[in-house]
């Protein structure tokens, strides 16, 4: 019996100004073979945040970056968790129609 592994998703480093962002494409790990959604993780220090929140600033960095298979279109919905922290997983979902969704998720260490 053949057994398909799928090659392991990794973290990549990304820099936004001066701030260090570290990228995963959670797509790898569906496992399904389906391409979309396209399921990205990213984690951001606090200060990158208050940056990204700004117009189009998140849309702009990840078509920059190429972080999906074709560039965003548009932000459809952002909603950020309730809390103080120093890192925020960022959770994004691309469509098929290139819009994404965010979910700012704070890390409490």
Do not use: Y
């Not at 973290?11 to 936004?16: D, Y």
């Amino acid at each position: 019996m053949k057994s398909s592994t799928q090659p392991a998703a990794r973290w990549s480093n990304l820099h936004f100004g001066t701030h260090l962002i570290k990228f995963l494409n959670a797509s790898r790990l569906k496992g399904s073979g389906e391409r979309w959604p396209e399921v990205i993780l990213l984690l951001v220090p606090g200060p990158a945040k208050k940056k990204l929140l700004a117009r189009n600033a998140l849309r702009d960095f990840l078509n920059k970056h190429k972080v999906f298979s074709k560039p965003a279109r548009k932000l459809t919905r952002s909603v950020t968790l309730p809390g103080v922290c120093t890192i925020w997983i960022v959770l994004l979902e691309h469509s098929r129609t290139s819009t994404f969704t965010a979910v700012w998720i704070p890390l409490r260490l």
